[in-house]
């Protein structure tokens, strides 16, 4: 159960991670 939950938390941090990424990169390309 725990190991899920944290499996679940990384998968969610990576995501967010990414899609900041791509949205700071967006930004920046448009500026």
């Known amino acids: 159960?725990?190991?899920i939950m944290l499996q679940v938390l990384?998968?969610?941090l990576?995501?967010?991670l990414a899609v900041?990424?791509?949205f700071s990169i967006?930004?920046?390309l448009e500026i």
């Open 1 to 3: 159960m725990t190991e």
């Open 10 to 12: 990384a998968l969610m």
């Open 14 to 16: 990576s995501i967010i």
């Open 20 to 22: 900041g990424t791509v």
């Open 26 to 28: 967006r930004l920046y």
